[in-house]
């Protein structure tokens, strides 16, 4: 089978920046397979069911495909258990090349996804880790944060005054896209961020800005942060990420990086930018 008539394969096709891949990959005359638990119709894109929890469908996913983009699954404590023997499976399918969304606060095997990223580069001789920062997506979707803004005007942490890079999920994409299709695989880890640091302060101030409403970020101790989460997931899941906000507040995600420009030619956008970009949206 020649390349253009094989497919990648975009897990998690409808979400954040599964979505936002299988769109490009599809308007740039790649041939797509959407991977989704209900093989959700994607516009430009072959919808094939995928659920990380059932190996049976593995398989139909995997046929033809010669590149994967890899979204752990949403909440596991140890996606390694689960995506290493689909990786295993794609190799022996064919697959070529994978590229992994994981986290600039998770380094190569450090915990959860860490461990994927650890063992990627002895599977596959083309390889990336995406490691971006904080989405910008997380204040404007519907990500906590973007629901106690709609709720109360609050932006509830335990960052304190701890800054991020934090990154426009179609900048994400734009790279993953440069990963997966470029002659030459980057086989490394890329840290994406956008242009500046902010403090969740500063992310506060430019949504009450923009929006005409006030917003406040209110500033919560680590075991407050734990133990609010910790009503919505499994204890230690809440556990490291109230952990990371308290990383956050130490200073770990004070940093930008050019990954953006340096792969797509274009600087980041800032979040200013999307959140007026967010704002104009008509709401349905």
């Given at each position: ?69 890899l ?15 689909f ?19 998770i380094?190569?095997?450090?915990p ?19 490691r ?39 900048d ?50 680590y ?6 989460l ?31 420009r ?23």
């Open positions: 089978m020649s390349e253009s008539q094989e497919f990648a394969l975009v897990i998690g096709a409808t979400g954040t920046t599964g979505s936002r891949v299988a769109a490009r990959l599809a308007a740039g005359g790649r041939r797509v397979k959407a991977a989704s638990r209900r093989a959700t119709p994607v516009e430009g894109a072959g919808p094939v069911r995928f659920d990380w929890d059932d190996p049976t469908s593995f398989a139909g996913a995997l046929e033809g495909t010669d590149r994967v983009y979204i752990p699954p949403p909440g596991a404590p140890d996606p390694a258990a689960v995506m290493l023997p990786l295993r499976q794609a190799r022996g399918a064919g697959v070529r090349r994978a590229v992994l969304l994981s986290s600039s606060a380094p190569a095997g450090g959860a996804v860490g461990q994927v990223h650890q063992a990627l580069p002895g599977l596959f001789a083309e390889w990336a880790v995406l971006p920062s904080w989405f910008m997506q997380n204040f404007t979707g519907d990500h906590v944060h973007a629901r106690t803004i709609a709720a109360d005007g609050t932006v509830r942490t335990a960052a304190g005054s701890g800054r991020v890079g934090f990154v426009d999920a179609d994400i994409a734009a790279v993953a896209v440069h990963s997966l299709t470029e002659p030459q695989a980057p086989n490394t880890d890329l840290v994406i961020t956008g242009p500046q640091a902010l403090s969740h302060d500063d992310i506060a101030a430019v949504l009450t800005q923009v929006t005409g409403r006030t917003v406040t970020h209110h500033r919560l101790t075991e407050q942060m734990r133990d609010r910790a009503a919505d997931m499994p204890a230690a899941f809440a556990a490291m990420l109230a952990g990371m906000d308290r990383a956050i507040a130490e200073g770990a995600e004070d940093r930008t990086t050019d990954t953006v340096r792969l797509t030619g274009r600087p980041p956008r800032t979040f200013r930018a999307v959140a007026e970009r967010e704002a104009a949206r008509p709401r349905t």
